[in-house]
């Protein structure tokens, strides 16, 4: 039998088109793709503006401690420019990104960067099994976990992963309607319908961590570990940076999700149970896509003409401009949102407790069939994993000073704030699904 040349790149073509339809997802207005039964909701792609920025990322990606566990002994890497605009290449510990053409501004998007990368962490040439799962590995820390699911799918017609893991089947169903709700709220016109089908999916996910919760303290299934995960929020100096750290910091607090914050808020840690990561991720992603559109809405329908705040210091009052508005708005949705998924979380909560979960319906029912709980036994099961994530951040964190946040004057622009609350408000106010009531809140 004729060995096969080692130098033949075998996979290359393939990878290149599994990127592809992932860029593609992901650059898409909805952002949404079914696998089987599943729908996945993935993140917009991001774009870094410079090399020191792409630099920044690189560092802070190869100090990630499960990447440091998974590939010890791995040095530093510099990112330098590079001629031409075709081409971004990885070469003994350098990336060279195209950045200098204008024509390679396609270089500077994340996905390639974690490409490149995947390269060094792999330590060998070529695309073959090591390769992409160093990649998986990669894009499930900074992209997120639908991202990485998309392309271990398109990945599965090549031979086998080393560490391929299969998805967990405790709660199956209660993820896949996550998802699927997820995906409603970007697909409808309605700025209503979507903030609805968003907190029923909130809903939902907050019943399947704790039923995730309680199966571990009965030791059904191995306890999951907490971990921690990068997501990137944008690049330096983006204007709208600390709002968005401001709404996934809202959403994180109904969990039991602990949070470090970047430079320049540039990107957040999320600490917590690997499920509960998903959750707040896939929350994140569609809220902060609600607020960002209805912001621009606000800023364009022109309400806040002729309206006034008070200035930082002085007190004095000055004309809103659009600037102040925007901020405004979504100073009043993250504040609105964050009452909401509180308020979420305890009504998850009251309902396991009182076994309510267990009635009719059969997605809203308890992981594995499991017959209802009592208050002592979930409030036990929260709690433990609450002092685990607590610990695992004391243990894992390297987190130093603290975070200003986003303070800004534009509160004081109280029609554009009223206007953000009222757009978040809008959570489980209308019936979903048929004419079912409006859920709670």
Same mark, same amino acid.
């Given at each position: #039998?004729?060995?096969?040349?080692?130098?033949?790149?075998?996979?290359?073509?393939?990878?290149?088109?599994?990127?592809?339809?992932?860029?593609?997802?992901?650059?898409? !207005?909805?952002?949404? %793709?079914?696998? $089987? +039964?599943? %729908?996945?909701?993935?993140?917009?792609?991001?774009?870094?503006?410079?090399?020191?920025?792409?630099?920044?990322?690189?560092?802070?990606?190869? /100090?990630?401690?499960?990447? %440091?566990?998974? *590939?010890?002994?791995?040095?530093?890497?510099?990112?330098?420019?590079?001629?031409?605009?075709?081409?971004?290449?990885?070469?003994?510990?350098?990336?060279?990104?195209?950045?200098?053409?204008? !024509?390679?501004?396609?270089?500077?998007?994340?996905?390639?960067?974690?490409?490149?990368?995947? +390269?060094?962490?792999?330590?060998? &040439?070529?695309?073959?099994?090591?390769?992409?799962? /160093?990649?998986?590995?990669?894009?499930?820390? *900074?992209?997120?976990?639908?991202?990485?699911?998309?392309?271990?799918?398109?990945?599965?017609?090549?031979?086998?992963?080393?560490?391929?893991?299969?998805?967990?089947?405790?709660?199956?169903?209660?993820?896949?309607?996550?998802?699927?709700?997820?995906?409603?709220?970007?697909?409808?016109? =309605?700025? /209503?319908?979507?903030?609805?089908?968003?907190?029923?999916?909130?809903?939902?996910?907050?019943?399947?961590?704790?039923?995730?919760?309680?199966?571990?303290?009965?030791?059904?299934?191995?306890?999951?570990?907490?971990?921690?995960?990068?997501?990137?929020?944008?690049?330096?100096?983006?204007?709208?940076?600390?709002?968005?750290?401001?709404?996934?910091?809202?959403?994180?607090?109904?969990?039991?999700?602990?949070?470090?914050?970047?430079?320049?808020?540039?990107?957040?840690?999320?600490?917590?149970?690997?499920?509960?990561?998903?959750?707040?991720?896939?929350?994140?992603?569609?809220?902060?896509?609600?607020?960002?559109?209805?912001?621009?809405?606000?800023?364009? $329908?022109?309400?806040?003409?002729?309206?006034?705040?008070?200035?930082?210091? &002085?007190?004095?009052?000055?004309?809103?401009?659009?600037?102040?508005?925007?901020?405004?708005?979504?100073?009043?949705?993250?504040? !609105?949102?964050?009452?909401? #998924?509180?308020?979420?979380?305890?009504?998850?909560?009251?309902?396991?407790?009182?076994?309510?979960?267990?009635?009719?319906? &059969?997605?809203?029912?308890?992981?594995?069939?499991?017959?209802?709980?009592?208050?002592?036994? %979930?409030?036990?099961?929260?709690?433990?994993?609450?002092?685990?994530?607590?610990?695992?951040?004391?243990?894992? =964190? +390297?987190?130093?000073?603290?975070?200003?946040?986003?303070?800004?004057? /534009?509160? &004081?622009?109280?029609?554009?704030?009223?206007?953000?609350?009222?757009?978040?408000?809008?959570?489980? !106010?209308?019936?979903?699904?048929?004419?079912?009531?409006?859920?709670?809140?």
């Amino acid at each position: #039998m004729q060995q096969q040349d080692p130098r033949i790149d075998r996979h290359r073509g393939a990878v290149y088109r599994a990127e592809d339809v992932l860029a593609s997802v992901m650059a898409s !207005r909805h952002r949404r %793709v079914r696998i $089987g +039964h599943a %729908v996945l909701t993935l993140p917009a792609e991001v774009w870094f503006g410079e090399l020191p920025a792409v630099q920044a990322f690189v560092d802070a990606a190869l /100090a990630e401690p499960a990447t %440091v566990a998974r *590939h010890p002994g791995r040095g530093p890497v510099r990112v330098e420019p590079r001629r031409g605009h075709r081409r971004a290449t990885y070469a003994d510990g350098v990336i060279r990104i195209p950045s200098a053409d204008r !024509r390679g501004r396609w270089a500077m998007a994340r996905g390639v960067v974690l490409h490149e990368l995947a +390269h060094h962490l792999a330590d060998r &040439s070529g695309h073959g099994p090591t390769f992409r799962a /160093a990649l998986l590995h990669l894009t499930e820390l *900074h992209v997120g976990t639908a991202a990485a699911t998309l392309l271990r799918h398109l990945f599965e017609p090549l031979e086998a992963l080393p560490d391929h893991r299969s998805a967990p089947e405790v709660g199956a169903d209660q993820v896949r309607r996550v998802a699927a709700l997820l995906a409603k709220a970007e697909s409808t016109a =309605s700025a /209503a319908e979507a903030e609805a089908y968003l907190a029923k999916a909130a809903l939902v996910a907050q019943r399947h961590s704790i039923d995730l919760a309680v199966t571990a303290l009965r030791r059904r299934v191995a306890p999951e570990s907490p971990t921690h995960r990068m997501l990137t929020i944008g690049e330096p100096r983006k204007p709208l940076n600390t709002l968005l750290v401001s709404l996934y910091l809202a959403i994180a607090r109904a969990w039991a999700v602990r949070v470090d914050i970047g430079a320049g808020s540039t990107y957040v840690l999320g600490y917590g149970m690997p499920g509960d990561l998903d959750q707040v991720e896939s929350v994140f992603a569609t809220a902060s896509t609600v607020m960002v559109t209805g912001a621009r809405g606000h800023v364009q $329908g022109g309400s806040w003409r002729g309206t006034t705040y008070r200035a930082p210091g &002085s007190g004095t009052l000055r004309p809103v401009t659009a600037t102040v508005a925007r901020n405004a708005f979504c100073l009043g949705f993250v504040e !609105r949102i964050g009452e909401r #998924m509180l308020g979420v979380a305890r009504q998850a909560r009251d309902e396991a407790a009182g076994g309510s979960s267990s009635g009719a319906g &059969s997605d809203d029912g308890a992981a594995g069939g499991c017959p209802p709980d009592g208050p002592p036994q %979930v409030a036990l099961a929260l709690r433990a994993r609450e002092l685990a994530v607590v610990e695992y951040h004391r243990t894992a =964190s +390297h987190a130093r000073g603290s975070w200003r946040g986003s303070a800004t004057a /534009a509160g &004081s622009a109280a029609g554009s704030r009223r206007a953000g609350r009222q757009a978040a408000d809008q959570f489980g !106010r209308r019936g979903l699904e048929g004419g079912r009531p409006a859920i709670g809140g």
